[in-house]
Structures are given as structure tokens and as C-alpha cells.
RNA sequence: GCCGAGGUGGCGGAGUGGCCACGCGACAGCCUGCAGAGCUGUUCUAUAUGGGUUCAAAUCCCAUCCUCGGCUCCA
């Protein structure tokens, strides 16, 4: 049974869709003025595991993602860049897109973009404002807080409490034009030379918060069964959410509020405005984004990741592992097949363990992910079951065909709910046939020359392919090759 | 100030009462003409500190110290 971590409980609760064998998972995408940087794909990842985990447990999803296109940020670096903020948002989504399919992160069903969604704010706004919930003043237009009784519940705030900082983004206007400080804006009246959009109280722009509760029922209805966005989201954006939102339906609007932990820098947040953050598109240029995928599914997805490039060429050599062992198996497969083709095969004793330790391997890392998405340990039942799967398959041949088929199957399952190694899997299949005629030729020749003592040769035919790309293994039972 | 998360071996990182993570690194052994891969073992009497509960604690309780985060745009 799958138990997700509710920040609103601060538990694990089990996880039961309100649509039998139906997932509407909303997440938190981001403002769209600049390239995405680690901590970004910290969270998409993160929350690419776990749609991809609910999908192999056999539910349908609909997954939104939203991205922000028109803030303070967005006008601001539109400004500076001489640029409109409809351009600016064009850039970094297709940046984006770009980005995050090299993380192999899925699409998802939808990316509405807040610009596209005015006409739908204003409604629940002017809903908020009939209700009492919302009111204006001087063409913007704030929340009423203290309307909202339960204000602070997910984020564990006393309404009122007094902050013991002065909130200096803040014009001296917009604090007087509210009822209390804690009001927030649902819609900005236009400053000279921005964007607007024409309302019932002028023109003027929606604010931050009100984009995801009106996006996320749109698409998705109400409530929803998860919501999620970094840790940094549950306040004010996701306790703002709740107060637009069950202000005016009364009931919950989120069912699972899902938050994930920061990635780090020197146990430092990374983020723009400390400057410590690294760039998706440097980080892939230095490692194969397989790698840093690996290394963001390495430890659980509420718990902080600290970054450095000691880390990530850990994750290169565990990933190298994986790799061998798919290779390993592939290779064996294929000589299998040839041979049971000639000599036919029973299942034996080999085979009976293998599948043994197929079933603890599947069992383990289900537990392991039903128990909150925990992705180090279903990466421990992984580890676990290769050095069995690379004991058996290197140490003798008598795993059938068929064995080693099911073998494979269940470690492309599970590739594909962590989005690793499959591409391993697919690209050993397709090894050109001509190259592996040449080189099977190149291991016949120096085969003999090992024979006759001839290392020399041997190892001019080694070095010179090594050269080409291609590695060639000695293993007890004849040489393989594979791509370097 | 208020709220929250956390301190585990050389390093990363799981684990909510008894057994065992898992990996990376280093070293050794097996295999090998050599190399690589793989396997095995060692590093490993690891669990911030001090008390307490218990037959038994990394895990429960109390206290202390330390780190990080949120409270302002942030994934």
C-alpha cells in the first residue's frame, strides 16, 4: 500500500485517489525570466518519479504543470533584456523543454501558462470579492485573511503574528491601500509601461497565487489529489492557494500537498538571488544527464541534496555499474538465444535462483517506493539484485534464455520509474551488425595470437580498437566487445 | 523572535526498538598473459553530546550543543 508524506499532516498517509485508478497531480512549474538551474530539475525530477512511480502502479494520470509568465520578475527582465515578456516566456519554455527532456522527465499532460488564463482569475476573483473574501482599493485588488479562518494551517502560522522585519519590497502605498499586512494581491493595478489586462477594476495584472488555483481546477477539477512545489512554496504561494481556493468552494482543494527538499550548494539553498546556482545546460555540458539524474534520485525527495562535482562523478561510477550489468546481460542474452535455437533448454537450478532473486528485487523495491517514494532504496534494491544478477551471469551460462528474458523486463520496469538506463537497454539491440561481423572477425585473429603467446599482437589488436571506441573483455568464456 | 527539518562509517546515503542497508573511495584476495569487468573480504565495535526507559535503542523520553531552511521573489 503506497503512503505519501501529507505536509498538511506532517504524516504519511495511504494514498487513495479520489477517482478510482485516476491520479490529478498539479505541480508547481516555474517563473519563466531566466534558464533553469539544478534546483529546478531537483524538484521536476522528483516529482517525475513519483508520476512515473503512480503510473506503474497502474494509474491514469493527468499531471499539470503550470508556468508563470507574467510577474514583477518577468517585467523586470523584459525591461532589461529590451524585450516584451511574451518573448521572454517563449525563450525560456522552449529552454526549458529542451532542458528537461534531456533529464528524460515526461511531458506532461498540460503546461498552461497564466497569461492565457486572465479572463478565468478575474472570475474567481470578482467571486472572492462578492463573497466578502476579497475587496479593492484603488484598482488592485487583496485577500482578505482575516476572512479565512484557517489561514496557516498547512504552513503551521497564527494568523496575525507579527513579523519582526520590516517588508521592504513593499511600496509605502500598497501597505496603506491594504486592511492588513497580510493581505495579499489577487490582482496588481498597471504601473506605467507594463502589461495589463482590462478588468472591472481597470487595468492590471493577476498576482502570483491566484494563476494555480484557477489553472489547477480548471484542468483538474476540485479538488485535486496532489499538489506539489518545493519546500519554499508552502509559504505564502501554497497557503495562499488554500485560502482563494476554499474560500469560495468550502471544501479542500488539495488532498496530498507534496513538498520536496532544497539541493544545496556548500549546505547552502541554491538560488539566483545567493548566485550559487549552476545552470542545467552547464551542469549536462560537464556530465551525461543520465548521471545527474542518478545523482537527484539518490537520496529521497524530501530530504536536501548538498552539490558538488565529487557527488556527481560518484554518480558517474555507480551509474557505470548499471551499465556493465545491462551490458553484461544483453550479451548473454543474445549468445543464449543462439545456442537454445541449436540446443534447446530446460530451466534448471541457476534458473530457479535467478527467479528468486527477481522476486525479492521486484518486492523490495516496491516496498522500498510505496513507503513514500523512497528512491535510495529501491536504488539499494537495484544494487543488490545486479551483484546477484552479475554472480550469476558471469559465473556460469546455465540461466535460460527465457530466464534471462523475464530478467530484463523487470529491470526495464524499473528503469523506466526511476527514468534511468533505458536507453542502455533499447541501444544494445541495435549494435550495428557489420561493425560486430569486423570485430568478431578482429577477437577470431587475436585469439589465435593469444594461443601462439603473441601478446604483442594481441594487444596491438586491442589498443588499435580501443582507439575506434571499442573495448574489448576478456571473460572466461571468450572475449566480448562493447562501445567505449 | 516565531515555525520547520536535520546531525549516521574516509565520503554519499537508507533505516522508528533486537538481524542486514546500499553505494563511492581505499586496500587485499579470486579470476586473468596483462588490462578491464565481475565476485569475495577488509576499512565498518558508524549512528552530535550527556542522561534516562528497556532484557535489548541509530530508532522511545529528557536536556544540551551544532547545522540548515521558511517567515521577502524562490523548485
Redesign the pocket.
Given at each position: 500500500m503506497l503512503q505519501v508524506y501529507n505536509t498538511l499532516s506532517?504524516k504519511k498517509e495511504p494514498f487513495k485517489p479520489l477517482h478510482e485508478g485516476e491520479v490529478r497531480m498539479y505541480?508547481?512549474?516555474?517563473?519563466v525570466y531566466?534558464s533553469a538551474?539544478?534546483?529546478?530539475a531537483?524538484?521536476?525530477v522528483a516529482f517525475d518519479v513519483i508520476r512515473r512511480y503512480l503510473e506503474y502502479k497502474g494509474y491514469d494520470m493527468r499531471f499539470i504543470q503550470n508556468f508563470?509568465d507574467i510577474?514583477?520578475?518577468m517585467i523586470n527582465r523584459a525591461q532589461e533584456q529590451n524585450t516584451t515578456t511574451t518573448k521572454l516566456a517563449a525563450k525560456y519554455i522552449q529552454e526549458y523543454f529542451e532542458d528537461f527532456d534531456k533529464l528524460h522527465v515526461k511531458r506532461a499532460t498540460a503546461y498552461p501558462k497564466a497569461t492565457e488564463h486572465i479572463q478565468e482569475m478575474i472570475a474567481h476573483i470578482n467571486k472572492l470579492i462578492t463573497k466578502g473574501f476579497a475587496y479593492e482599493a484603488n484598482g488592485s485588488v487583496y485577500f482578505r485573511v482575516s476572512r479565512f479562518k484557517q489561514y496557516g494551517r498547512l504552513?503551521?502560522?497564527?494568523q496575525g503574528?507579527?513579523?519582526?522585519?520590516e517588508?521592504e519590497?513593499?511600496d509605502a502605498g500598497v501597505i496603506e491601500e491594504k486592511e492588513h499586512p497580510?493581505d495579499?494581491a489577487l490582482w496588481k493595478v498597471m504601473k506605467p509601461g507594463e502589461p495589463s489586462w482590462d478588468s472591472p477594476w481597470g487595468k492590471g495584472r493577476p498576482g502570483?497565487h491566484i494563476e494555480c488555483s484557477v489553472m489547477s481546477t480548471k484542468y483538474l477539477g476540485d479538488p485535486i489529489d496532489v499538489h506539489?512545489?518545493?519546500?519554499?512554496?508552502?509559504?505564502?504561494?501554497h497557503e495562499n492557494e488554500i485560502a482563494q481556493s476554499e474560500a469560495l468552494s468550502g471544501q479542500p482543494f488539495v488532498r496530498y500537498w507534496m513538498?520536496?527538499?532544497?539541493?544545496?550548494v556548500n549546505?547552502?539553498?541554491?538560488?539566483?538571488?545567493?548566485g550559487n546556482?549552476f545552470t542545467i545546460q552547464e551542469i549536462t555540458a560537464k556530465y551525461d544527464p543520465e548521471i545527474v539524474r542518478l545523482f537527484l534520485v539518490?537520496?529521497?525527495y524530501?530530504?536536501?541534496?548538498?552539490f558538488?562535482d565529487?557527488?556527481l562523478?560518484?554518480a558517474k561510477?555507480?551509474l557505470?555499474?548499471i551499465h556493465?550489468?545491462i551490458?553484461?546481460i544483453q550479451r548473454r542474452l543474445r549468445e543464449a538465444r543462439v545456442e537454445e535455437a541449436k540446443n534447446p533448454r530446460k530451466p534448471s537450478e541457476a534458473d530457479t535462483k535467478m527467479w528468486e532473486a527477481l522476486s525479492t528485487f521486484e518486492h523490495e523495491f516496491e516496498s522500498?517506493m510505496d513507503?513514500?517514494f523512497?528512491t535510495?532504496?529501491a536504488?539499494?534494491?537495484?544494487?543488490?539484485f545486479?551483484?546477484?544478477?552479475?554472480?550469476m551471469?558471469?559465473?556460469n551460462q546455465s540461466v535460460t534464455a527465457g530466464t534471462l528474458e523475464k530478467t530484463f523486463i523487470s529491470l526495464d520496469a524499473v528503469g523506466e520509474v526511476l527514468g534511468l538506463y533505458r536507453e542502455r537497454m533499447a541501444s544494445g539491440a541495435a549494435d550495428d551488425r557489420t561493425v560486430d561481423g569486423l570485430v568478431k572477425m578482429l577477437i577470431r585473429i587475436?585469439d589465435q595470437a593469444?594461443k601462439q603467446?603473441d601478446?604483442?599482437t594481441?594487444?596491438q589488436v586491442?589498443n588499435q580498437l580501443k582507439d575506434l571506441g571499442i573495448?574489448?573483455?576478456?571473460?572466461?568464456t571468450g572475449?566480448?566487445w562493447k562501445w567505449g
Open positions: 506532517r505541480v508547481c512549474g516555474p517563473t531566466d538551474h539544478l534546483g529546478h531537483r524538484s521536476i508563470t510577474d514583477d520578475k504552513s503551521r502560522r497564527d503574528e507579527e513579523m519582526p522585519f517588508q519590497d513593499q497580510e495579499f502570483w506539489g512545489g518545493g519546500l519554499d512554496l508552502v509559504f505564502p504561494h513538498h520536496n527538499g532544497f539541493l544545496t549546505r547552502e539553498k541554491m538560488s539566483k538571488s545567493l546556482f539518490s537520496s529521497h524530501r530530504s536536501p541534496i548538498d558538488s565529487a557527488q562523478e560518484e561510477a555507480r557505470a555499474r556493465n550489468s551490458d553484461l522500498a513507503d513514500d523512497n535510495p532504496e536504488l539499494a534494491s537495484l544494487n543488490k545486479l551483484t546477484t544478477l552479475n554472480t551471469v558471469v559465473g587475436r593469444r603467446k601478446f604483442k594481441a594487444d586491442r573495448i574489448l573483455e576478456d571473460e572466461k572475449t566480448v
